[in-house]
């Protein structure tokens, strides 16, 4: 690992960065961590309170940037007095500032914009999805406008995958001197501390689940799949990382089947190793994103069903290769995971390319991937 070298937004040495987070997670926190540890970046946090109730979870480290904490929730951060105050004492010593892409935050891009006429060697980028989504997963009429205002008043935007930032490109959201990619990811140096990649268990078949206990994860979805899959295998075993509010949904279900495991919200990756070393695979029905990193950092297979519309990480898994996004009905999705489950070698097959696709998304490779935002 890298020396930590604490950065001095006064001096003249490196690219002295903001990063603005409403929401602060653990994944950002460290993947963040890594990028501060280049000797050519002078890296800041200024983080909100991130949101209630939801199952998210900090870190609290002695981190490689400066970190600043700003008590306003996720959906408040870009209308806040306070946010505006702070970005406005801090702008100038900055040579780039993050603002989060988000219709909630269009205020706070506004605002930054102005700052920027009177510090104009302060650029403005952001980390972000192709176009912003409604809550009921359409894009509307709304979010494209709010989409193109980001992409035209940013002076670069960075992509979470090379595809999104080739469709953006292409459908003229963007133009192509403004916009970089750099493939969202997890810690995977933190995994490798605690892991060595080897295949799952002969004598035994599971499931993880690893994520946010919320509606969107489809946890409805996930025990109809298990129980059903329990018939045919009666030792399937479904161990569930993760908190929210939906968790009493999977309190009842554990409380009637032992074979259901709930780990509550866990962050360390010397915990997570061992659930996923017994692991078959991970299957997160619904909505996602670092949860195919996080599986195929450990090389499992990673099944979703398409049933809503997933983050733009989805586009790491290629179906049949890694995994599957199951598309059909019901019992043509059961078909598959059976068949998975029950062949050896494709179970040792997905697991080896997913471990393989991994270092392709490792942390090492988004730090080279996002520096050429700030060249």
């Known amino acids: 690992m890298k020396a930590v070298h604490k950065c001095d937004t006064e001096s003249g040495k490196g690219k002295k960065i903001l990063w603005l987070s409403p929401s602060f997670n653990h994944y950002k926190s460290r993947f963040l961590d890594q990028l501060a540890r280049e000797k050519e970046i002078c890296l800041t946090v200024l983080s909100g309170a991130g949101r209630e109730g939801m199952g998210d979870l900090e ?26 105050s702070k970005l406005r004492s801090m702008f100038k010593k900055f040579d780039w500032v993050l603002i989060p892409a988000e219709k909630k935050n269009t205020a706070l891009l506004f605002y930054a914009v102005f700052l920027r006429v009177f510090h104009p060697k302060t650029k403005l980028f952001s980390y972000c999805h192709p176009t912003t989504i409604s809550r009921n997963g359409r894009v509307t009429f709304l979010d494209n406008l709010v989409t193109n205002t980001y992409f035209k008043l940013l002076d670069r935007t960075v992509f979470y995958t090379q595809d999104s930032c080739e469709w953006a490109v292409n459908n003229k959201k963007i133009s192509r001197v403004k916009a970089y990619w750099a493939n969202n990811t997890i810690d995977t140096n933190e995994v490798a501390q605690s892991y060595s990649f080897h295949f799952p268990p002969e004598n035994r078949r599971g499931i993880v689940f690893i994520g ?7 946890i409805d979805l996930l025990l109809i799949y298990y129980h059903e899959l329990r018939k045919s295998f009666p030792e399937l075993t479904l161990d569930v990382i993760g908190d929210g509010p939906e968790s009493h949904i999977l309190e009842k279900a554990a409380r009637k089947c032992d074979k259901i495991r709930l780990h509550g919200s866990i962050i360390d990756e010397k915990r997570i190793a061992p659930l996923m070393s017994n692991a078959t695979m991970v299957f997160v029905p619904g909505l996602s994103g670092l949860s195919v990193n996080h599986a195929f950092a450990y090389g499992r297979a990673y099944f979703t069903l398409n049933v809503v519309k997933h983050a733009p990480e989805i586009g790491y898994l290629e179906n049949g290769v890694e995994g599957y996004q199951l598309a059909g009905d019901f019992e043509s999705n059961i078909g598959v995971l059976k068949d998975f489950l029950s062949d050896r070698e494709k179970i040792r097959s997905f697991s080896m390319n997913a471990f393989k696709k991994s270092e392709t998304l490792s942390v090492d490779a ?7 935002c700030f060249q």
């Not at 870190?59 to 505006?84: C, E, H, M, P």
């Not at 946010?212 to 489809?218: A, L, M, T, W």
């Open 212 to 218: 946010r206990i919320i509606p969107s994860k489809r």
């Open 366 to 372: 988004w730090v080279k991937q996002i520096k050429r």
């Open 59 to 84: 870190l609290d480290r002695d981190w490689a940037y400066d970190y600043q904490k700003i008590d306003v929730t996720k959906s408040n951060f870009g209308n806040s007095a306070v946010v505006r």
